[in-house]
Structure formats: C-alpha cells, structure tokens
C-alpha cells in the first residue's frame, strides 16, 4: 500500500506520536509518503525528527508562487472540478472559525497535494488533526485526488466543531480516527448518525523499545516533572501556584517544567512573584531522551490541564513506571485508574492539585513503585504502538480495496 500522511508541521516536537506510528506502519510493509505544509526550518532536537526531515515533502517550500502554479495547473486540465471545488471552499469559509480567503489557500494546497499524490502514486491520504489538515485532504478528494482519513486529537476539534465543519470533513472520509472513548463520543455529537459506523479508536502507541528496558528505581528527592508546551489549557501557571502552596507549608518539593512555549514569560514571572527559584526550573525545549531522563529523575508525572484528549506524556511516564497526577478531564480516566496508577484531581482547582501532591509527597516509595507497575501494565497492554499500526494497516486496506471495486464498477458501467 502507498499511504500519504498529511501534517500541517512535521517534523515537530510535540508530534513524536505521529513519527511512531508512521514507522510502525512501515515496519509492517506498508509505503508511506510524508507531506506537511511546514517544518523544513523548524528547530529540531531529537535525532529520530532530523531523519525524518530529509523523508517529508514540503508543500510551502516553493511559497505562494508554487501554490499559485499549482492551482493553475488543476484549473487548466479539470476546470470544472476546479470550480466545483472552489465554490465549496468559499462554503467552507461561511459561519467558520476562519474566514473564506483561508480556505482559498486550503484549496491551493490542495492542489499542489495533488500533483504529490498522483506523481508518488498515493492510493489513500490520512491527516493528523481534524482542523485545516483535514480539511485540505478533503478538498484534494473533491479534486479527484485518493480517499482520505484523519485522526482527531482534541482538545481543538471540541472547542469549535462547528466553526471547522467537522461534519463535512466527516461526511467525506473513507473512515476517522478517535484516539479514545471519548474523542470518538464527542465527533458522535457533530456528525451525522449514518457516519458513526465510519468513527473507530485507534489509540496513540508506544514502541517496545520505549519501555522495554532495565527499571530504573524512584529518587529520594521528592521531584515531580511536568512535560508539554507551556500555554493556557495545560495548567503550568496553576501548577506553580500549587507549588507556592506546598512550600509554604514547609514541605521540601522540586518541579521542573521540561518544555517552552507562548506562556513561559508569564510562568517565569509567577516563579519570581513567589520566590520559586530554587524549587522549579524549566528546561525550554529539550529531546524525547532528556524528556525520558526527567521522568525518570522524578518520582512522578503531574499534569494539571484544562483541556486535553489524551496526552501522550500520560503514556510515557507510565512505560518508565512513573505514577501520574493529573485531571479527570477527556480521555485521561480511560487510562489512569485513581489510586491504582496515581491521582486525578479537578482541573482548575488549585486548593485540591495541592492536597493532592502533598498526599503524593507524603506517599512511601513503596506505594509509588507499586502505582508505578499498575500503570505499567495497563499502557503496555492498551497502547502498543504495534497494535495499534496493525488497526489502523487493516482500515488502509479496506479503504483502498473499497475505492478499486468502486474504480472497476464504473469502469465497467
């Protein structure tokens, strides 16, 4: 099979989830073409993302010029699947969280896809996100390119469903991905009910190699790590606060921040109003081997967020035995049991994230290492990247053995 898979930036960061599961599908012989829109000067820190780099064709290398080419190109050999096309965009754009110009450049990069995807001979498309990703492959379908799917993460896809059409994104999919239960009940709100069957969980995986390794016990030192971009719905600024709480009582507790982003300024001064300096640090940016070097120096993941689907620092920190305290939000009961493989709290309480890590704190290593192996267990058992490849390999197939009958009855028509 030859499978285009379509990012907005890739490499990044933060999308370590999606480089696994693209080789995983390769390692089960499947052919995939990376695309996204951006990300050729991105500032990369792991190894396995620079090799990627060198793999992923770039849709806005060329800038609006090559876009420009491309839509012109489309028009001049399909005109009126062009205009089709074009007066659905312009839809698109009406009551949407983005107005109609956006979606005229979708549509441009929908056309400069499609060349990709004839040229490399893509028998199906699938996107990462249900927001302008998705919503270019549908309009490369609608163009005459292959049939696509695409994965919704939230929290984006439930803050504006409407605004992002996911409805039609659905409507027009060979098949979706939700990455839990839940991810999968909310897209069941915004679709329609003919569509559920074409919604499945397919969950965000771990390589054995992750995890597959020599333990490493917890520290003495009561340290907890935080991994994720510093910004509004993952809570770092409450997290401080709660910090500001614990210390204030006199309790020894460390906490580093390992990650950036467009908040760090106001977490930095928040650290300084409470004279946090020698309690918290923030690393900025760092590789997935420093993440697992942090978790693993710590006796415990805590994420206090406001808004997720289901993180995949969760999953990490559980594969290196490490207990969670995080909220009871989205998909993240699915996966931590409270009690069993650490805590879950309220979010955007900050009185109770205290209580809670004091209750953490005051925990013997025992009870830790224990919660550590429940944890364990369960993300082994529930997220092996493997496993989930092969769900995902098998709706590949069925979608490209669907849109070559459909191919051969017409032909026959």
């Known amino acids: 099979m030859k499978i285009a898979y379509f990012v907005n930036q890739y490499p990044k960061v933060s999308h370590s989830f999606i480089r696994r599961e693209i080789l995983a599908l390769e390692q089960l ?8 829109l951006r990300g050729w000067d991105a500032e990369l820190v792991d190894a396995a993302d620079m090799k990627e780099l060198s793999k992923t064709h770039f849709l806005l290398k060329k800038g609006l010029i090559g876009l420009l080419i491309s839509s012109l190109q489309v028009l001049a050999k399909r005109p009126i699947v062009f205009f089709r ?32 995807v004839r040229t490399q001979n893509v ?7 249900g927001t302008n990703s998705a919503e270019v492959v549908m309009l490369l379908k609608l163009l005459g390119g292959p049939s696509y799917s695409f994965t919704v993460h939230g929290p984006e896809e439930f803050d504006k469903p409407e ?25 069941y709100r915004w679709v329609d009910y003919q569509d559920w069957r074409k919604i499945h969980v397919v969950h965000c995986g771990l390589e054995a190699s992750f995890y597959d390794v020599e333990p490493v016990p917890l520290p003495e030192t009561p340290r907890l790590v935080c991994v994720g971009r510093i910004c509004e719905q993952k809570g770092q600024l409450l997290l401080v606060s709660a910090i500001n709480l614990i210390v204030k009582k006199g309790i020894d507790v460390e906490l580093v921040l390992a990650g950036d ?24 940016w760092i590789s997935s081997v420093q993440v697992r070097e942090e978790m693993l120096a710590a006796r415990a993941l805590v994420l206090p967020s406001f808004a997720e689907g289901l993180p995949v620092v969760i999953m990490e ?11 009871y939000i989205a998909g993240i009961p699915e996966l931590i049991r409270d009690g069993e493989s650490g805590w879950l709290f309220p979010a955007g309480d900050v009185e109770e994230l205290a209580r809670v890590i004091e209750v953490f704190l005051q ?21 092996n990247v493997d496993t989930e490849a092969n769900k995902l390999m098998a709706l590949f197939k069925v979608s490209i053995e669907s849109n070559v009958s459909s191919h051969a009855l017409a032909s026959g028509a």
């Open 261 to 284: 982003g467009e908040m760090r300024g106001e977490v930095e001064t928040l650290i300084t109003d409470y004279a946090l300096h020698e309690h918290i640090k923030i690393t900025g």
């Open 363 to 383: 925990a013997p290593l025992n009870q830790l290492s224990a919660m550590g192996e429940f944890g364990f267990k369960r993300v082994v058992d529930r997220h």
């Open 29 to 36: 012989g499947c052919n995939i073409e990376r695309v996204a």
């Open 123 to 129: 028998q199906h498309v699938h996107a990462h996100f």
């Open 163 to 187: 605004f992002i059409k996911i409805r039609d994104k659905v409507r027009y999919a060979e098949f979706v991905v939700a990455i839990s239960s839940y991810t999968r009940s909310q897209l």
């Open 85 to 116: 096309t074009l007066v659905f965009a312009i839809k698109q754009g009406v009551h949407a969280d983005r107005p109609w110009p956006y979606h005229l450049i979708y549509l441009a990069e929908a056309c400069a896809m499609l060349g990709v």
């Open 317 to 327: 920190a559980l594969a290196l035995k490490r207990p969670v305290l995080t909220t």
